[in-house]
Nanobody, 127 residues
Framework: QVQLVESGGGLVQAGGSLRLFCAAS????????MGWFRQAPGKEREFVAA????????YYADSLEGRFTVSRDNGKNAVSLQMNTLTPEDTAVYYC????????????????????WGQGTQVTVSS
């Protein structure tokens, strides 16, 4: 069982930056591929980024690559998401998720791939 807890969300002005964190409870964290998703009010949960077990490979949503950067520290059982040049369209609840499945560009973008989810952290970008 892996418990995930997100933090770092908040209110930021457009053009600003935030760094989100996801802390995992399990020592098996280093064996999990990790993903970030977000869900805006009235919209479906969408893929943001994913990172493999070793932290050597990452995928991003096409519209976000270049502004968002995912990283992990297996020694601290943590994953982070650096978000730059934020716009009001980035306003959403952001979730981290873990999977013991393979790191695949197609499946890592799909919510059913993930076994464990955090409770989410709210990010609000004001114009």
């Amino acid at each position: 069982q892996v418990q995930l807890v997100e933090s770092g969300g908040g209110l930021v002005q457009a053009g600003g930056s935030l760094r989100l964190f996801c802390a995992a409870s399990s020592r098996t964290f280093s064996f999990a591929n990790m993903g970030w998703f977000r869900q805006a009010p009235g919209k479906e949960r969408e893929f943001v980024a994913a990172i493999n077990r070793s932290g050597t490979s990452a995928y991003y949503a096409d519209s976000l690559e270049g502004r968002f950067t995912v990283s992990r520290d297996n020694g601290k059982n943590a994953v982070s998401l650096q978000m730059n040049t934020l716009t009001p369209e980035d306003t959403a609840v952001y979730y981290c998720a873990a999977t013991d499945g393979p790191f695949n560009m197609v499946t890592m973008k799909q919510t059913p791939t993930y076994n464990y989810w955090g409770q989410g952290t709210q990010v609000t970008v004001s114009s």
